[in-house]
C-alpha cells in the first residue's frame, strides 16, 4: 500500500511526463514545423492540454495533499515542500475547466503562427485581433483563480514571491542609477567597429559554440542544439534542448544566444534527477532561471578572462575572417554599448530599460488602461524616452518579442530579476572563491558550475525567490550589486 | 445535436489527434533525441499511449456505432466505410486493457534502444530477451483480441482482408518463377561496376534528393526530409515527415530510400484531406502502402526514362564525382543485381527472397516452432538456402532490421506483396496511359502520380486490400505482373 507521499509523487511525475510531451510538440513547432502543418498542430495542442490538465487536477492529488497535511508535523522536510507547492500549483490548475485550457492551448499556436506572419511585414493589424484574445484569456485566467490583482497573480506565476509593488521598487531604484550610467557610456567616444566578423560560415559557428557550451558544462548526452527563429531552452534534467539563430552580419550574436540558454538548459540539467517530476526537482521560477541564463552569458561570457582563454581558439577556427582584428577590438566588439532597438540584440546596460519599457506597458494592457490598438505608438514613445530611439515600423518595435503572442504577460520582469540576481550570485561566488575568473581563462568552468549546483540548482522550489537570495547572499534581491557590476566591467572599458 | 455520424467522426479525429502526437514522439526518438535522454522518452510513452488508447476505445465510439447500425441500410456510402472500418478497429482495441498498452509501448521504447545497441555489434545475446519479451506480448494480444490464428492476426492488421493461407499461395507462386530468373540473372557475365560514385558531399546529395522527391510530387510545404539510422515516413495528410539515411560509400542508396519514403508520403499527402482522422482518411493497409513506396522507387525510379532527365542533372550537381562514369554504368549500377545480404541494400530481384526469408522464421517464432535462440542459426542457414550468402555476423543477419525490435510481426510481408500490387499498377497505369515513361525523360510526373491519387489515394479505406486490386485492376493479386515486369526490366540489361 503506497504512503500518500508516494502516491502524490506518482501523479505528479505523470502529470510532469505529459507536460513534457506538450514541451518537444512546442520545441518542434518552433524548429521542424512545416508551415502548411500548423492548423493541425493547433489541433493537436487543442486535444492535447486539456488531457495534461486533467493529469495535473487528478481528484486522488486533492486526496493526497489532503492526507498529507492531517499528518501535521510529522513530516520530513522535503514533504513540507511537496505539500506547499504542489498544493499551490494544484489550487490553481484545479481551478480552470478543461474547456478554457482547450481553448487556450489552440489559441497561443495559433497566435504564434499569426505573430510570425505579422512580424516579417511588421503587421501589427494582422496580430492585433490575436493579442486581444490572448489579453482576455489572461484576465479570465487570473478572473478564474480568484485574483484580486490580474497582473500580481501573472508576475507571482513566473516568479514565486514576487509583487508588482516590490518589481516597481527594484527597477525605479535600478532605473535610478542606470540611466545616468547608460549615458555616460553611450556618451563615450569609445566606440566599437561595427561589423567586425562577417559571414563566417554557420557550420563553422555551429561548431564553435557547442565546443564553448560543452566546456561550461551543458551535458549534450542529455541535450542537443538546433536552430530556431527564436532561440529558447525547454525540458528537464533528462532532455533538454537548446536552440541558437545564426545571423550573416553578427556572429557573437549566436554564440551568445547559445550560452544564455545554455545557462537556463545547465540549471535543468543540475535539478536533482530522484526528484524529477515534482516541486524538488523544478526550478524556483523565471527570474532564478534567467539569471543563470544571463551569469553565464554576461558576467561570464563577456569577461575578459573568459576570452583570453576562446579567443585563440575561435581566431584559429574563424580563420580567416578574425585575421584583421586585435583581441582588443574584439573584445570591446562584445561589450559594445549602443542605443539599440531590440531587446534581444541589446548590450547588458541598456538591456533592463527595454524590460522596463515591456514591464510598464504590459501591466497598462493588463488593467485595461492601454488600448491594443494604442500599444505600437506607445511603445514607440516609451522606446524614445527610454532607449533614445524609435523603432521605423512594428517588426523593431512592439512586434519583436514573441511572448505576448502566447499570453506570456508578466514573464518579462523575469529578465531584469533575472540580470540583478545574476550578478548578487556573481559577487557571492567572488566572496567564496575569489580567484574564480582566473579558471576561465584557462577554460575552466567546474567551479563556478559546481557552485551554481550546491546552492542554486540542487534545492529545486525548496525556497520562493527572494527567499532563496537571502539564504545563499545573506540579503533579499538588491539593484546595488547589477549597478556595481556594470560600472566594474564597462567602466574601464568607456570611461577610462 | 449533433448526428451519431457527426459524434463519430469527431471522436475518431479526437483519437487520431493524439496518435499522431505520438507518431511525432516516434520520429522524435529516431531523428532527435540525445542518447541520454531514452529512458524518459521510453516513460512519456508508457503514459501517454493509455491515453491514445482511451480515447479510441472511448464508450461513446461504440454507442455512435450502435445508434448507426440502428439505421440500418438508410445510410450514405461513406457512413458505411466508417461503420465498417471503425467498428472493426474499435472491436479489437476495446479488448486490450490499458495496463497492456502502457506495457507494450514502455517495452517497445526500450527494445528499440536495446535493439539499436545490440546491432552495432551483432551481439543477439542483448536483445534476446527484448525480442522474448515482444513476443509473448504479441501474442497475449492476438489471445486478447480473441485471434485463432495469431499469426494471421497479425497479417490481417497490417493488410486488411489478406492470410497466412493466402500469402504462402502467392508467395509460392512468386518464388517459383523468381529463383531461376535471379539465378540467370545472378549467373550474368553483365556486372555492375562496384563503387562507382563515393564521397559526395552529404549537402549535395541533401540537395539533389529534394530536387527530385519535389519533382515527383512530395510536397514539402506539408513535410521535410530529416537523417536517421533506418529511413522511414511517419504522418497524415497535414504533416508528413521522411527521413534518409546517407552512406559515404553508397550514394543511390540514400536517393532511393527518399524516393522510397516519398512514395509512402505522396499516398498519405494525397488522401482526401475532409476525411483525416476518419478511416476514409486512412491508407488501406500497409502492403497497399508499400506498393507506392516501391512503385516510385523501382518502377519509377530506377527506369531509363527517368534517368534520361535526372542523369545530366546529377552529373552536374555531383560534378566531379560522376566525370569518369558513363551513362549505361550509372544506369546498370543503378540497376545492379548481386547476391547481397541486407534487405534495405538488395536490389529488386532478390528483395523478395529477403521477405519470404521474414515470413517463414516469423511465423515460426510466433507459433513456437522456432526458439529464439535458434535464430540467428536459422537465420543464416535459410539465407543460404534463399539468398545463396550467409551472414559473417548477426549484425547483417537477424539483428539487421528493426522490425521485430517494437513487436512488428506481419509486417514483412507488406513490402513483397506490396512489390506485386505495384507491378500490377504499373501495367495497369500503361494500359490507359501508354506513354507515361515518356513522361519521367522530360521530368514530368503529375500524370502518374494524379492516377495513383484517384484511383488509389483518394479512396481511403473503402475497399480491402485485395478488393482495391480487383476494382482497378480487374483481377486480385497476381505475382505474374512482378514475375513480367522483372524480365523485362532486367532481361534486356543482363540477358541479352
Redesign the interface.
Given at each position: 500500500m503506497p504512503t500518500p507521499a508516494e502516491t502524490l509523487i506518482a501523479d505528479l511525475r505523470?502529470a510532469t511526463?505529459?507536460n513534457?510531451?506538450a514541451g518537444?510538440?512546442d520545441w518542434?513547432q518552433q524548429v521542424?514545423?512545416?508551415?502548411?502543418?500548423t492548423?493541425?498542430?493547433a489541433?493537436?495542442m487543442?486535444?492535447?492540454s486539456p488531457?495534461c490538465h486533467k493529469a495535473a487536477t487528478h481528484p486522488r492529488i486533492g486526496r493526497s495533499l489532503d492526507a498529507l497535511d492531517a499528518k501535521g508535523e510529522a513530516t520530513t522536510a522535503e514533504e513540507k515542500v511537496l505539500r506547499r507547492c504542489a498544493r499551490r500549483d494544484y489550487e490553481r490548475l484545479t481551478k480552470l475547466p478543461a474547456r478554457f485550457v482547450a481553448q487556450k492551448a489552440l489559441l497561443d499556436s495559433r497566435s504564434f503562427q499569426a505573430w510570425s506572419e505579422a512580424k516579417k511585414n511588421g503587421d501589427f493589424k494582422k496580430f492585433a485581433p490575436f493579442l486581444t484574445k490572448e489579453i482576455t484569456l489572461s484576465r479570465k485566467r487570473a478572473a478564474l483563480i480568484g485574483a484580486l490583482d490580474p497582473y500580481g497573480e501573472m508576475i507571482d506565476s513566473f516568479s514565486p514571491g514576487m509583487t508588482v509593488g516590490r518589481i516597481e521598487e527594484l527597477f525605479s531604484e535600478l532605473k535610478a542609477g542606470l540611466v545616468p550610467l547608460s549615458e555616460k557610456i553611450l556618451a563615450s567616444p569609445v566606440k566599437a567597429k561595427p561589423d567586425l566578423i562577417r559571414d563566417v560560415p554557420t557550420e563553422k559557428q555551429l561548431s564553435f559554440l557547442k565546443k564553448v557550451t560543452a566546456a561550461l558544462g551543458y551535458?549534450?548526452?542529455?541535450?542537443?542544439v538546433d536552430v530556431s527563429e527564436h532561440p529558447f531552452s525547454t525540458g528537464?534534467y533528462?532532455?533538454n534542448?537548446i536552440t541558437t539563430h545564426f545571423k550573416q552580419d553578427n556572429v557573437i550574436s549566436s554564440l551568445f544566444s547559445s550560452i544564455h540558454e545554455t545557462g537556463h538548459a545547465m540549471y535543468e540539467q543540475g535539478l536533482p534527477p530522484e526528484w524529477i517530476g515534482t516541486p524538488l526537482g523544478e526550478a524556483v521560477g523565471m527570474a532564478v532561471h534567467e539569471s543563470q541564463s544571463r551569469l553565464w552569458e554576461n558576467q561570464v561570457g563577456r569577461s575578459r578572462a573568459f576570452w583570453k582563454y576562446w579567443e585563440p581558439i575561435m581566431r584559429r577556427e574563424f580563420s580567416p575572417h578574425l585575421d584583421a582584428v586585435s583581441f582588443e577590438e574584439l573584445y570591446l566588439s562584445i561589450n559594445e554599448v549602443s542605443r539599440c532597438l531590440v531587446r534581444t540584440d541589446s548590450n547588458e546596460v541598456t538591456y533592463n530599460l527595454h524590460v522596463i519599457l515591456r514591464f510598464e506597458l504590459e501591466k497598462r494592457l493588463i488593467d485595461g488602461s492601454l488600448q491594443i490598438k494604442e500599444l505600437p505608438a506607445e511603445w514607440n514613445r516609451l522606446s524614445q524616452e527610454l532607449l533614445g530611439v524609435t523603432p521605423r515600423n512594428n517588426t523593431e518595435g512592439c512586434l519583436q518579442d514573441v511572448h505576448w503572442a502566447t499570453g506570456l504577460f508578466g514573464y518579462f520582469p523575469s529578465y531584469c530579476l533575472g540580470n540583478m540576481i545574476a550578478a548578487q550570485l556573481w559577487y557571492a561566488v567572488h566572496k567564496e572563491i575569489p580567484a574564480i575568473e582566473e579558471d576561465f581563462a584557462i577554460g575552466k568552468f567546474d567551479r563556478l558550475l559546481g557552485w551554481l549546483r550546491t546552492h542554486v540548482h540542487c534545492k529545486g522550489r525548496r525556497l520562493e525567490t527572494e527567499e532563496l537570495l537571502e539564504e545563499v547572499t545573506g540579503e533579499k534581491i538588491s539593484p546595488k550589486y547589477l549597478l556595481k557590476y556594470l560600472s566594474e566591467r564597462y567602466g574601464p572599458l568607456y570611461l577610462r
Open positions: 505523470k511526463l505529459l513534457s510531451i518537444i510538440l518542434d521542424n514545423l512545416p508551415p502548411g502543418s492548423e493541425w498542430r489541433r493537436q487543442e486535444v492535447f488531457l551535458d549534450y548526452s542529455r541535450g542537443r528537464n533528462f532532455d534542448r
